[in-house]
Structure formats: structure tokens, C-alpha cells
């Protein structure tokens, strides 16, 4: 699993309107090729009537699935330029559909090349582009004592996830890997060692770029 990948946050379509021809790209995140596909199909039933309904999608860390189609386009006029702006952008996990209602003026290759990947860009920054950072849950549990001292310290560093009061309290913190062995010793510092620090399942949490 990667510490980091680059992502979108969320589902958004934008529009764009070229020589009369109407232009609507829908970008999403996509885990496996049957979210993307998915995706596609409802494009698709949404836009029955639409002259072309063009698509790609990168699927896996390892980038491992990539796939581009041109729905009756020129070759390499429409998925294509779609595909490589994703990998250009460095993103994973990620489909685009663009939708092109043909409005009588052709275009050209260049054109439709310009058309497809702008409105394509459009909609990939208005879903949001950050990176996925992978977290591990960590449990953590002390006398109330050390409470003050320990939320002084983490508090600043936005690290507490929950927090339960039992006959001891419970700490689950959302650590990056490199910040666990640091967070560990100085939590057990603080507590002269009376701590029960556990870790738990590995996730990944979305963080937009600014």
C-alpha cells in the first residue's frame, strides 16, 4: 500500500460549450473497474441520446488498469487525450466520462482533442484534487491523570480521532506511518510508561491541496 497516492474527493460534472457542440464531462473516484464501469452505464442511460459518450479510467496503485474509449470519435481524438490528462495529473483511482451532443460544425482533430481534454480538466477540479493518505487507527488508553498533559500535546497536531471516558480514558489517534514510532515514545514518556498503545486497521483519508 502507498503512504500517498493522488486522488479526487468526489463525483462533479462540468460543461463546456465548443462551435455549438455541448460538452458535459463527468469525473469520479473509481477503486475497481466495476465503480467505473458503473459510472459509465449511468452516463450512458443519462445521455442516451448524446451524439458521443467518451470515457477513461486508472484503476490501482500500481495503475495497473487503464482504459480509453472513443465511442465512434476519430482514434485518439477523445479517451485517449482524456487518459493521458489523468496520468499527466498523476491521479489514481479515477474515471471521466464526457458526453459531446454534436452541434453541426465539425471540429477537427485538434479541436476535438482541446474540447474533450478541457472540459475533462473542468471536471476534475471541481471534484476536488488532493491526496489519499493512508492511516492506521491507533488505540491508546491511560489514567485520567496524564488526560491534560496528553491532549495538550496531540491536540495541536490534529491527531485524535475519539475519545471515550471508561475507568481509564481511551484515545484512538489517526496516525501517517512515520509519525507512530515519535507519538508512541512520547506518549510513553509523558506517562512514565503507564500507557496501552495498540495498532489497529490501516485506512486512507482524503486530503484536498490548497
Request: no cysteine.
Amino acid at each position: 500500500m502507498l503512504d500517498s497516492y493522488r486522488a479526487i474527493n468526489k463525483k462533479e460534472q462540468a460543461e463546456l460549450e465548443v462551435k455549438k457542440s455541448k460538452f458535459i464531462a463527468v469525473a469520479a473516484p473509481a477503486k475497481t473497474e466495476e465503480e467505473a464501469l458503473s459510472i459509465v452505464e449511468e452516463v450512458n442511460k443519462r445521455h442516451h441520446s448524446a451524439t458521443h459518450n467518451v470515457y477513461a479510467y486508472l484503476i490501482g496503485q500500481d495503475e495497473r488498469i487503464q482504459k480509453s474509449n472513443d465511442d465512434g470519435e476519430p482514434s485518439g481524438t477523445a479517451g485517449k487525450p482524456i487518459l493521458e490528462l489523468i496520468k499527466k495529473e498523476k491521479l489514481k483511482n479515477v474515471v471521466v466520462v464526457v458526453t459531446r451532443y454534436f452541434g453541426g460544425i465539425k471540429l477537427g482533430t485538434g479541436g476535438l482533442i482541446r474540447a474533450y481534454s478541457q472540459s475533462a480538466k473542468a471536471a476534475l477540479i471541481k471534484s476536488g484534487i488532493g491526496h489519499m493518505q493512508l492511516l492506521t487507527k491507533v488505540s491508546t488508553a491511560f489514567d485520567y491523570s496524564f488526560h491534560g498533559k496528553i491532549e495538550n500535546y496531540l491536540q495541536p497536531l490534529k491527531l485524535i480521532n475519539s475519545i471515550q471516558f471508561t475507568d481509564k480514558v481511551e484515545m484512538e489517534l489517526l496516525l501517517k506511518n512515520h509519525q507512530i514510532p515519535e507519538i508512541r515514545q512520547d506518549l510513553l514518556n509523558i506517562t512514565s510508561g503507564q500507557l496501552k498503545f495498540s495498532e489497529g486497521e490501516k485506512l486512507y483519508s482524503f486530503k484536498e491541496e490548497k
